[in-house]
C-alpha cells in the first residue's frame, strides 16, 4: 500500500460568517491511499479555531508513513485500530480512515453500505448554511434559497432575529457557534416557540460548566457538537441534549462514527450526520451515514467554488449516494 498527500486550496463561493471569524476559502489535505492501481480517498481541512495545522499533520505523515504503508489489505477495522496505536490527531486519523475505507471498498468492488449492511430506505434531506449577517439579509437568503432546510448561523443573541426566523414557518435550525449565554439558554428553553427550530446547535461554549443548564426535556432540541466528540461522552450529555452532530474529523473518521451511531441510538439521541466546509471527498464520506441518522447537513462542497473531485452529490439538500465501490470517490 502507498500513501501520499497534497494541500489543496478550497475557494468558498462567498464569505462563510460564523461566530469565530469570516472565511474566503480552506486548505485541505487530501490523502491517498493506493494499492494495485486503485486508490482511496480522504480528507481534513485546516480549522484555526480547532488550532488544526496541516503542516504539522504533513509532519506527523512523514514520521508514520512506512508503517502505514506496510500495512496489509485486511477489514477496515483493523486498520484502524493499527492507525490507534500512531496517536494521530482526529482530524488526521479521519482521513486515513475514510481513505481506507474508499480504497477498501473498491478492491472489494462493494459499496460502504453493501460492506456495512446499510439499507439505502430514507435519507433525511440536507440543511444549506445561511452564515452571520444581518437578520434582514438572512432571511432575503432564505427565501430565494431552493434549498428546503436551514442552518442559520448567529454570533450573538438576538432575541428580536429568533422570533423572525420563527414566523417564516420554514424548516429551520440556528447554530450559534457557542456564543450564547446560560440566561440566553435558559430563557430559549422555556419558551414554547423554541420547540419550532428542528434543533438548536452548541448554544454555549463547549465545557460541562455550561451544558449543566441545558434541560434535555424542556422545549429546545438542543444539538452537541464540540462538547460531543467521541463516543464516551454520550452518557453524561443525555440529561441535557436531545440531539448530537456527528462530524467524522472531530470523531476520528467513519469507523469510530459507526460505533457513535450505535450507542447514540441505544440512549435514544437524534443524530446528525454534518461536515466542515470541504470537497465532495469529506461530503462522500459522511453522506455514507446520512441512512442511519434523523439530520444531515452536508453542504461543505455546495459552499465551494472550485470541488476537486466527484462522489455522493446534495443537490438542493437532496442527498445523492454514490452507487459505485468505496465512498464512490474519484478526483476531477
Same mark, same amino acid.
Given at each position: 500500500m ?10 468558498l463561493k ?21 494499492s494495485?492501481?486503485t ?21 506527523k ?17 483493523? =486498520?484502524?485500530n493499527?492507525?490507534?496505536t %500512531?496517536? #494521530? ?5 479521519? !482521513? $486515513? &480512515?475514510?481513505?481506507y ?6 478492491l ?6 453493501e ?22 439579509n ?5 427565501k430565494k434559497s ?10 450573538? =443573541? ?5 422570533? %423572525?426566523? #420563527? ?5 429551520? !435550525? $440556528? &447554530? ?7 440566561e ?22 463547549k465545557?460541562?460548566e ?19 466528540q ?17 462530524k467524522?474529523?472531530k ?6 462514527a ?10 435514544n ?9 470541504e470537497?465532495?471527498?469529506g461530503i ?6 446520512a ?5 444531515a ?5 455546495n ?7 466527484k462522489g ?21
Amino acid at each position: 500500500m502507498n500513501l501520499s498527500w497534497q494541500i489543496v486550496r478550497l475557494q468558498l463561493k462567498e464569505t462563510f460568517s460564523i461566530s469565530y471569524g469570516n472565511y474566503t476559502f480552506r486548505e485541505a489535505l487530501i490523502v491517498s491511499l493506493k494499492s494495485n492501481h486503485t486508490v482511496g480517498y480522504g480528507e481534513c481541512t485546516a480549522i484555526d479555531y480547532y488550532q488544526i495545522n496541516l503542516q504539522d499533520f504533513i509532519q506527523k505523515l512523514e514520521m508514520v508513513k512506512v508503517q502505514i504503508e506496510l500495512q496489509k489489505i485486511n477489514h477496515p477495522i483493523d =486498520f484502524y485500530n493499527f492507525l490507534l496505536t %500512531l496517536n #494521530l490527531p482526529s482530524f488526521l486519523r479521519s !482521513a $486515513l &480512515d475514510c481513505a481506507y475505507w474508499d480504497l477498501f471498498g473498491k478492491l472489494e468492488n462493494k459499496s460502504f453500505s453493501e460492506l456495512n449492511s446499510i439499507e439505502i430506505k430514507q435519507l433525511p434531506e440536507s440543511s444549506i448554511t445561511i452564515s452571520v449577517d444581518t437578520i434582514e439579509n438572512q432571511i432575503h437568503k432564505i427565501k430565494k434559497s431552493s434549498w428546503n432546510k436551514f442552518k442559520v448561523k448567529c454570533n450573538h =443573541f438576538d432575541e428580536k432575529a429568533i422570533k %423572525l426566523l #420563527l414566523e417564516l414557518n420554514i424548516d429551520i !435550525a $440556528l &447554530d450559534s457557534n457557542g456564543s450564547f449565554t446560560k440566561e440566553n439558554c435558559i430563557w430559549l428553553q422555556n419558551e414554547i416557540a423554541a420547540e419550532k427550530f428542528s434543533y438548536l446547535e452548541q448554544p454555549m461554549k463547549k465545557g460541562a460548566e455550561n451544558y449543566q443548564v441545558l434541560k434535555a426535556p424542556l422545549n429546545a432540541n438542543w444539538m452537541a457538537d464540540e462538547d460531543c466528540q467521541e463516543e464516551h461522552s454520550l452518557e453524561q450529555l443525555q440529561p441535557h441534549y436531545k440531539s448530537i452532530n456527528i462530524k467524522l474529523v472531530k470523531c476520528g473518521g467513519l469507523t469510530p462514527a459507526l460505533s457513535m451511531l450505535q450507542k447514540a441510538r441505544v440512549l435514544n439521541y437524534k443524530i446528525m450526520i454534518g461536515c466542515m466546509t470541504e470537497s465532495s471527498i469529506g461530503i462522500s464520506a459522511g453522506a455514507v451515514l446520512a441512512p442511519l441518522c434523523d439530520y444531515a447537513d452536508l453542504d461543505g462542497a455546495n459552499l465551494v467554488a472550485n470541488d476537486i473531485a466527484k462522489g455522493s452529490e446534495i443537490i438542493n439538500g437532496k442527498i445523492q449516494i454514490s452507487e459505485k465501490p468505496g465512498l464512490g470517490i474519484s478526483i476531477l
